[in-house]
Structures are given as C-alpha cells and as structure tokens.
C-alpha cells in the first residue's frame, strides 16, 4: 500500500529538504561543520545531527541515554531540552560519522515511507512523552526540515529552494500562528485588522482580524482600513517568524504602514517557533 494521499504532500516536501541538506554539507570541510547557523545555539553539526535525531525517531528508534551540559544558554525549556538530546549526543562525532549516519537514516526512512500503509489519524510519539497524528508529525516534519535546510544555506552562501514544496508547507504553518500573535501576544484592540502583505519566490496577502471578544482569525481578504498593514519579503517574514533574527536588525526589509505602536508591538513578538 501506497502512503495515503493526504500524507503525500508531507512526505514528498520532507524528502525534498532533507536530500538537499545531504547534498549541502556533503562536501564541506571538517572546519565548516563548526560554523554557526541562524538556529540559535547550534552550528551546521548540530543542526545535521538534529535532523537525524528526528529522524530516528519517525522510524522508532529508542531515545539516547544522555545527561546534557548545565551551561547551555541556548535550552530554556522543557521542550528544548528535548530537542537538544539528540544534538548534543553526537557532539564529538567526526564529520564522516555525521554523512554516514544521515546517509544511513535517508534509506531507512525511503524504504518506510514507501512501505507506508498507516492512516493519517494514527497516533505516534511526540516530544516530552506525548502522542500526535501521523498526519501532524508529517507536517511538522516537511516544515522543520525546510526550515533548517534554509539556516544551512543561509550559514554556507548557498540560497535556494524558497519555493519548494517544503516552502509552502512552511508558509501555512506560519500563518497559522499569525492570530495568536497579533491579537494575544501583541495586543491587538477589538474590531481591528493587520494586513501582511509577503513578495517574493512565496507571495501572499493575508489579514488577521481581531472580533469584538479580542480573538484572532486569519483570511486571504484585504481590509479597508487596516490598522497596520506590514509590507516585506518572504525570505525576511521566514526570519522573524522562526526566530532567526530580531525585526531591529531588518528594518531596512520590513515597510511598515498605520499604527507604529502595534506595529512594533507585533514585530516583537513575530517569533511563532518553540
């Protein structure tokens, strides 16, 4: 049995970004591997070493057995420690070691996605114990492997695929964040709207609207009179969304119309990644 159709576009997106990141670091020097990249905290060695972690865990694999580090100033959360098990296990691995094993894990995880026969509401671990849909690890997987992909390529001067498949999976995971953003995190008053307005490889124009309750939803029409309408490029809103760089340090890239105020108020609290 084939994967089910719903599923297809995360698995294909995912298989796209990760056989671009093996490509990307295949070539580089044992020096490079040390370079530090966007993602807070982590260097091109650990952002690979994340992947495969992640990886691993898709196809079952049993977690590592590992204390980590007291001085990480990066991990501030339970979620975080997490994540960070699996980087920080293979800390000291040489570079062969870190391709060989990426190498490994993608025939592993080709050959599960094309023996794939689960539905798309099956349940399958999530972090810190928890369960999740397959459908949603898919998805979490297709958006968290593009997004690194981009720090790498960021890191190595080497832009690309920011219209992938990976990208447009990318891009609804983000908006879906947009609402609590704007009407909880930045304040939003009752009956207003903020229009985005994204060009670029990925162009959109969308419209969060807070009601009267001072909830948030979010819709593909424009608003008359907005109460901010932000103008910037897609590469940029991808930054500010994961948290890879403060609003101050793009000013240049974000054009901003209406209420200052919120604007900045909004700006601040972009970030919608853990």
Not at 17 to 30: H, Q, R
Not at 132 to 155: G, K
Not at 211 to 217: F, I, K, L, M, Q
Not at 242 to 264: F, N, P, S, W, Y
Request: hydrophobic share 40%; with cysteine; charged share 25%.
């Amino acid at each position: 049995m084939t994967v089910h159709p719903s599923l297809q576009p995360y698995t294909d997106a995912a298989t796209h970004s990760i056989e671009a990141i093996a490509e990307l670091v295949k070539p580089l020097a044992e020096s490079e591997w040390n370079r530090r990249t966007p993602c807070p905290g982590w260097s091109v060695r650990d952002i690979v070493s994340h992947v495969i972690g992640m990886e691993c865990e898709m196809l079952g694999d049993p977690r590592p057995i590992h204390t980590l580090p007291r001085d990480l100033y990066h991990v501030q959360s339970d979620f975080a420690r997490y994540m960070e098990m699996q980087v920080d296990v293979r800390r000291h691995h040489t570079s062969p070691e870190i391709t060989a094993e990426l190498e490994y894990v993608l025939i592993r995880r080709a050959r599960q996605i094309r023996n794939e026969s689960r539905s798309p509401e099956t349940k399958v671990r999530a972090p810190l114990g928890t369960e999740q849909t397959l459908e949603t690890a898919l998805n979490l997987r297709a958006f968290d492997l593009w997004v690194h992909e981009q720090d790498l390529r960021a890191t190595l001067g080497q832009p690309g695929n920011l219209d992938s498949p990976g990208a447009l999976i990318t891009r609804d995971m983000l908006l879906a964040g947009l609402p609590k953003v704007v009407a909880k995190k930045a304040g939003a008053p009752a009956n207003s709207a903020v229009v985005f307005d994204v060009h670029g490889p990925v162009e959109f124009l969308r419209t969060v609207r807070v009601d009267a309750e001072g909830r948030g939803s979010v819709d593909g029409a424009p608003s008359l009179g907005p109460a901010v309408t932000l103008s910037l490029d897609w590469e940029t809103y991808v930054r500010l969304a994961c948290g890879r760089v403060r609003h101050t340090a793009v000013a240049d890239r974000i054009k901003v119309e209406g209420d200052q105020e919120l604007a900045t108020a909004i700006l601040d609290h972009f970030a919608v990644t853990p």
